[in-house]
Structure formats: C-alpha cells, structure tokens
T-cell receptor, first 115, second 117 residues
Framework: AQSVTQLDSHVSVSEGTPVLLRCNYS??????LFWYVQHPNKGLQLLLK??????LVKGINGFEAEFKKSETSFHLTKPSAHMSDAAEYFC?????????????FGSGTRLQVQP | GAVVSQHPSRVICKSGTSVKIECRSL??????MFWYRQFPKQSLMLMAT?????????EQGVEKDKFLINHASLTLSTLTVTSAHPEDSSFYIC?????????????FGPGTRLTVL
C-alpha cells in the first residue's frame, strides 16, 4: 500500500520569499515521487520527479525537492516565489516494482502568492 | 513530445443521457491509460486503469457498468458515463504511460469538465 500526506492544505507567501510545500509518503516498495502543478481549470504539469537517482531533484521554474528516506519526506521548495507560481500543487507517489503503475495523489496544497 | 489530449474539454448534458470522453496519446503509444476524477477543490482520485486490448481495472467503489472504459488502440481510451446524474458532475482527467516501461512517468490530459443538469 502507498499513501501521500501533504501537510498543508494552503500556503501563502509574499512574492520574492521562499516557498516550502511539505509532503510525506508511505510505500511498501521503492517509490517514485513526483510533484505536479495544476493551474485553475488546467491539466497537470510535471514539476519534477524522483526515481532513485540523486536525492536532490531539480525541476522546472526553479523548483526543487529533496528525497529523505529516513524522514519519508519529499518537500518542494523554491528560493523566491513568483506571482505565476500561484496554483494547486500535488505530491504523488508511484510504487515501482508492483507492476501496477497507478499514481496516488496527495490532497493538494494551494499556494497563494501575495504581491 | 508525450502529449495527451482529451475531447471534449467541456460538456453539459441532461440527466439520464450518456457522455463519451476521449483520451488520446498524440505522439507515443500507451499500453496503459488511467482515468481520474477530481471534485472541486479536491485531489485526483483514480477511477480505473485502462489496458489496451483487455478489460479495465476499476478501483473500489467505482461502478464499472456506469463508467464504461474502452481502450481499443495504443493511442485511444474512452470513458463513457452512462445515464449521467448531477452527482457525476466532475472534472475527469486521463493520463497515459508510454509503452516503453523504462519511462515510469504518466502524462496527463488537460481534463474534461462534465456538468450534468
């Protein structure tokens, strides 16, 4: 079984300040972890993914995430928020090795960026 | 590359009618496609896994006779909501996984917003 917990349903930051979106996961297998972003009424866009290579993963638009197995965490960060970052963010886990490639989504974190 | 399209993007129908939603992988072959639904301000919930040439696998609580899935080719899966009711109104999103299993990433379509009156 696998699960994802996004610890904050809503995060508000000021433009130019750092962003931290928290995610903890649970998986019986070696997980692949993803962060997706969804802008209003739009589809999902992949920000970054971890698939057992480097634990610090760099993604698009200046985002990065660090896989910490000891803490079962995969927090998303960005040094400086931009207004265009305002969106819904989903932490996602995929259990590799099961032959079943379905994704399990976290509940989402809505990021608000104040001017 | 790895573009997934959905059609229609938005549909409004009367209660009791059936609605078909198409999911296409435009530039790759997908042996597996997934169908999700997303209620307002909620996360995506997996409905079913669509396998080319075989029956779909439905998640617990999803009525297979209500949500008919057909994966007739390596680039097309369809979801038909039969006898739709207002509670079926939702955002339906598909994703596709390339047949090359070294790529474990799923590529998502833009979604279809269904409103049942």
């Amino acid at each position: 079984a696998q699960s994802v917990t996004q610890l904050d349903s809503h995060v508000s930051v000021s433009e130019g300040t750092p962003v931290l979106l928290r995610c903890n996961y649970s998986s019986s297998y070696s997980p692949s972890l993803f962060w997706y972003v969804q802008h209003p009424n739009k589809g999902l866009q992949l920000l970054l993914k971890y698939t057992s290579a480097a634990t610090l993963v760099k993604g698009i638009n200046g985002f990065e995430a660090e896989f910490k197995k000891s803490e079962t965490s995969f927090h998303l960060t960005k040094p400086s928020a931009h207004m265009s970052d305002a969106a819904e963010y989903f932490c996602v886990v995929s259990a590799t090795g099961t032959g079943r490639r379905a994704l399990t989504f976290g509940s989402g974190t809505r990021l608000q960026v104040q001017p | 590359g790895a573009v997934v399209s959905q059609h229609p993007s938005r549909v409004i129908c009367k209660s009791g009618t059936s609605v078909k939603i198409e999911c296409r992988s435009l530039d790759f072959q997908a042996t597996t496609m997934f169908w999700y639904r997303q209620f307002p301000k909620q996360s995506l919930m997996l409905m079913a896994t669509s396998n080319e040439g075989s029956k779909a696998t439905y998640e617990q609580g999803v009525e297979k006779d209500k949500f008919l899935i057909n994966h007739a080719s390596l680039t097309l899966s369809t979801l038909t909501v039969t006898s739709a009711h207002p509670e079926d109104s939702s955002f339906y999103i598909c994703s596709a996984t390339p047949a090359d299993r070294s790529r474990n990433e799923q590529f998502f379509g833009p979604g279809t917003r269904l409103t049942v009156l």
